[in-house]
Every structure is written in structure tokens, then in C-alpha cells.
């Protein structure tokens, strides 16, 4: 019998009512395992409702309490890295390690929401005027949602609702229908720490759940990670209903290397960034701008270090690069490489006619190298998410520069030399909001925020860090004076308050 993945709403499993299911689908095999409930808008609303009840008392609880629990909650996490890492593969289709290494970036999250009360602590100003004080406070919001992509379904969630829980929110997410099983994990888990019932629910779904909380009179802010078409819908339709909006995009990520560039690292670096989960990662290197000379050798680096790339199920510790995640999917990131020659790329490597012997009906592509690629060819322009890596030639430094600066993402960037005054000149001049210098993929900490420019977020927050702490609460100035019984009375004066 399929296995069935429900809701999470008020503390506790909630069977889909609708009898509307998506299939999810292990991408080793291509074999349906699993069925997910797809909500309806009432079970959107009684998810919100759930958050809105549990907000009335979470809302006012202590910083001590939240984090105690989101301690026991880190723990928990913790102690479950292997089971949540094997969701993952076996819906995602990622590769054990590297699901474990998405755990564990989503862990500094909760590391840093376990120290929350740091960035609520607010200021005071004394004495701004005769026995006048000012605070200033962060207070939350009330019912937050989140809508996450398939390709990080444990690390996107956790970038986002460990901070808004932590500052006093209530969360409902929706993760992707693609890969459903690690959001409900996390459900458990928090349940598991203590977390009161309906701080943090799960509805799955399509269209109709996500359109159901962008309107919903009670979900005051909304975060979303996902491709950039939906990315714009999402901050147009939310913006539009009065909620605070962060919308997170897609990419295509360049690495630019210099002559003067240690190679064989930038080699390295390339491959990993390019192939690593089969290059569905938002911050996946896909463009590397070979500059001057370097070109001929740095390609003939890169392949000979991507041709041996072991490719099979992600539940086999060989392998090193797993299938993509749908069978749709797999057909669109062949379509670039088969377009690729017409286009004017030279075709180094082609992965379009790999499969792993007994997992016939996965959704195997192996890698594929395009050089010479022109900015006009298709396989540049859009966002493959894929293990399809283009490698365009710049004369100059100021070539590179501009050719990255036109495309419409600006999501991560990473440049590789040994002149400092080259990189320095590159963190200020490069259009994207997250910059890598001799480090392909520059992922934040969890204490410095992430996000990108241009098309690959729409929205004033990145996401995390002290950007999340201010997206996920709202500011207030209380200003006080308690006048000494001494004083003279203040009288009636109609001016405009001025201090003094
Ligand atoms: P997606 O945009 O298709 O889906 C994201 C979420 O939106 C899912 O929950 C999905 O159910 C929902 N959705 C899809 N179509 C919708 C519609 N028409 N109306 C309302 N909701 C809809 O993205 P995906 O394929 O799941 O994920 C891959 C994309 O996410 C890539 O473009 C990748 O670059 C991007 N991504 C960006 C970041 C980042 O930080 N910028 C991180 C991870 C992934």
C-alpha cells in the first residue's frame, strides 16, 4: 500500500479531507512511494486558525521559554540528522552525505534562533529630554507563513520558521509537494521538544493552498523560496493583500577566474559547485567566465575531474551525484545540452544518454560541459538546475565584470585569483548579494543573512541573520515621562512637541 504523507495542524496528524493527493516519487527508481494530501482552502484556514489560536498565548510567552525549547528542539534535530538525511534521498533523490549536509546548515539556524533573545534586545535612550526616556522594542507579528522548493526540503524550512517562532510568531508552512516527508519530521520533532500545538503546522499542496495564504486575512508576513517566475507572483499577490513579503528566487550563479588563479582549486571548485546534487541548488555554480588565457586549460581541468563523477542512487555511499528529481525535469535539463551545438556552444561533455544499470526508470542525465558558450544560447539565459556547467571566455577582468552584471540574477558570485586588489575590486562592483572570493559557494552563516539581488529576490529582507529577526517582528518606540511631583504643572500648549 502507498505510503501516505498528511497535514500537521494543531500539534497533530490531519488526514487530508479532500481526497486530492499529489505522487511523490523516488527519482533512483522512478517508482511512486508515496501519496501527499493536497489541501483545500478550508484546510488552509483551519491551519491558520490553529496559529492564530496558539499565537494568543505563544505570543506573550518569555524569550526563556521559546528558547528552551528550541534547545531541546536543536537536540532533537540533532539526534535525528541520519532519519531526516534519508527523506530526503529518498524523495529528493540527493545523495546521503549531501543531505546531511543540508541538515546541518539548517542547524546554524537554530543555533541562531536559540539565541534569539541577542537580537531582540532592544535600546534605550535616557534623559532625551527633561525626565523623558525612549525605548525602542521588536514585537512579532502574529501568523506567519512559509512556502518552500523541493530541492532543500529540511534546510529551507529551517532557515525560516526556527527565527519566527523564536521571535514569538506561530508558522504555517506549505514545502513542496515534491518531497513532503521532512517538514513533517520537523513537525514531530518539535512537537517531540515541547513546542505548544499549533505554533508550527504543515499543509500541503499546489496552487490552491499557496493562493489560500497569500489572501488569508490573518497571515501577516510571508516567506517564500522557489523559481523566480513564482517568486515575482508571490510578492505581487501578497504585497497586494497588505503582508509583508521575502521572495527568494532563482539564479545562475558565475564563477569568474582570473590568469592569475590557481586552477587546479578553481577546477575543484567548479566541479563540486556545478555537479554537486546534480546542480539543483539555487546557489549551484553554472557559468564559470574563464578570463584571458586560461580558458583551453581550465576547461580540460574541469572535465577531466567531472568525467569521474560516480553517478547512482543517492542511498549508495559511492555515489557522489544522484538523479534529478523528476522525470519532466530530467527531459528539460537534456533539452539544453541537445539544443546546445545549434546554439554555438562546443559540447564538451554530454551526460543526456546516461542510466545507472537496474534503476532504468530513474531520472538519471549525467554531466554535461558546454564551452565557447554564447550569451545567446538558451543554455545561458535560463536557469537549467541541472548538471549542465557553461563555460563562456572574457579577454578582460572588465569583460568578465560586465558580462556577469547583465544577466537579470544576481544571486551568489564567486571569483577565484591570488590578487587581492582584483577581489576587493569584485566584492564592490559585482551585482549579486552574495559574493564568494576563492569560495564557489558562498552560503552564509547563519548569523549573516542570505539572499540575492535583482531576479533572484523580490522583497526589502534577505532571509536569516538580523535581516529574519526584522522581517519576522515589527518595531515599536514607547517614548515616557513620569514628571517629578515637584514639578510645575505642564499646562495646555498646542505647538508641536519639542524636546528640551
Ligand atoms: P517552484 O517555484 O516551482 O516551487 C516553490 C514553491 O512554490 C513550492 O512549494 C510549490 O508548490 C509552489 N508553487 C509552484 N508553482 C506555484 C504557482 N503557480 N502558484 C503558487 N505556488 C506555486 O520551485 P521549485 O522547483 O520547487 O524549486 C527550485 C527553484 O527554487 C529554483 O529556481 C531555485 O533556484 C530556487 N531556489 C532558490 C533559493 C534561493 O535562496 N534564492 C533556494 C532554493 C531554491
Redesign the pocket.
Known amino acids: 500500500m502507498t505510503h501516505i504523507v498528511n497535514h500537521w495542524i494543531g500539534g497533530k496528524t490531519a488526514e487530508g479531507a479532500t481526497g486530492t493527493y499529489g505522487q511523490v516519487t523516488d527519482p533512483a527508481t522512478g517508482a511512486v512511494t508515496t501519496k501527499v494530501a493536497f489541501a483545500s482552502v478550508d484546510e488552509v484556514d483551519a491551519a491558520v486558525a490553529a496559529a492564530r489560536e496558539a499565537y494568543v498565548t505563544w505570543g506573550q510567552s518569555s524569550l526563556a521559554q521559546r528558547t528552551s525549547i528550541l534547545f531541546k528542539f536543536r537536540a532533537l534535530l540533532d539526534a535525528h540528522r541520519d532519519e531526516i538525511a534519508e527523506l530526503i534521498t529518498a524523495e529528493h533523490g540527493k545523495v546521503h552525505s549531501d543531505a546531511l549536509g543540508e541538515v546541518a546548515r539548517g542547524l546554524e539556524i537554530v543555533d541562531l534562533a536559540c539565541g534569539i533573545s541577542v537580537q531582540l534586545k532592544g535600546e534605550l535612550s535616557t534623559q532625551v529630554a527633561t525626565r523623558v526616556d525612549v525605548s525602542s522594542i521588536r514585537q512579532p507579528l502574529g501568523v506567519v507563513a512559509g ?6 526540503p529540511a534546510m ?1 524550512p529551517l ?1 525560516m520558521f526556527p527565527i519566527a517562532i523564536a521571535c514569538g510568531n506561530t508558522f504555517v508552512l ?5 518531497d513532503p516527508s521532512a517538514a513533517v519530521k520537523l513537525g514531530e520533532l518539535l512537537a517531540e521538544a515541547g513546542l505548544p500545538d499549533g505554533v508550527f503546522n504543515v499543509v500541503h ?3 490552491v ?3 489560500r495564504l ?1 489572501e488569508h486575512p490573518d497571515v501577516k508576513a510571508v516567506s ?8 515575482r ?2 510578492h505581487t499577490t501578497a504585497s497586494a493583500n497588505g503582508k509583508r513579503v521575502q521572495a ?4 545562475k550563479n558565475h564563477m569568474l577566474v582570473l590568469p592569475d588563479a590557481d586552477l587546479d582549486a578553481a577546477a575543484d571548485a567548479a566541479v563540486s559547485a556545478a555537479y554537486g546534487s546534480a546542480g ?4 549551484a555554480i553554472s557559468a564559470v567566465v574563464a578570463v584571458g588565457a586560461v580558458g583551453d586549460a581550465l576547461v580540460e581541468k574541469i572535465r577531466e575531474r567531472a568525467e569521474k563523477i560516480k553517478i547512482g542512487p543517492g542511498t549508495d555511499p559511492a555515489s557522489e551525484m544522484g538523479p534529478l ?1 523528476t522525470k519532466a ?1 530530467r527531459d528539460k535539463v537534456a533539452s539544453y545540452v541537445e539544443g546546445a551545438a545549434a546554439e554555438g556552444c562546443e559540447v564538451v561533455l554530454d551526460g543526456t544518454g546516461y542510466t545507472v544499470d537496474g534503476h532504468e526508470d530513474g531520472h538519471w542525465i549525467g554531466i554535461s560541459l558546454l564551452d565557447r558558450v554564447p550569451t545567446t544560447a538558451k543554455a545561458y539565459q535560463d ?1 537549467i ?1 541541472g548538471p549542465v556547467l557553461c563555460v563562456l571566455r572574457a579577454e578582460t577582468y572588465e569583460e568578465g565584470v560586465a558580462l556577469i552584471n547583465a544577466s537579470p540574477f544576481g ?1 551568489g558570485t564567486a571569483i577565484f585569483t591570488r590578487d587581492g586588489g582584483a577581489a576587493r575590486r569584485f566584492q564592490l562592483e559585482i551585482e549579486a548579494g552574495m559574493v564568494g572570493v576563492n569560495v564557489p559557494i558562498p552560503v552564509p552563516v547563519g548569523y549573516h543573512s ?3 539581488w535583482k531576479d ?2 523580490f522583497g526589502d529582507h534577505h ?1 536569516y541573520g538580523n535581516d529574519g529577526t526584522h522581517f519576522y517582528t515589527r518595531g515599536k518606540v514607547v517614548t515616557t515621562r513620569w514628571p517629578d511631583p515637584a514639578d510645575a504643572p505642564a499646562g495646555v500648549d498646542l505647538g508641536f512637541p519639542r524636546n528640551h
Open positions: 512556502i518552500t522548493p523541493f530541492n532543500f529551507v532557515w506549505k514545502p513542496s509537494e515534491k499542496g499546489d496552487k493552498a499557496v493562493d497569500l517564500f523560496v522557489g523559481s523566480t517566475p513564482i517568486a507572483y508571490i527568494l528566487g532563482g539564479a539543483e541548488r539555487c546557489m528529481i525535469h536557469e538546475f544571486n542570505f539572499g540575492g533572484s529576490l532571509i
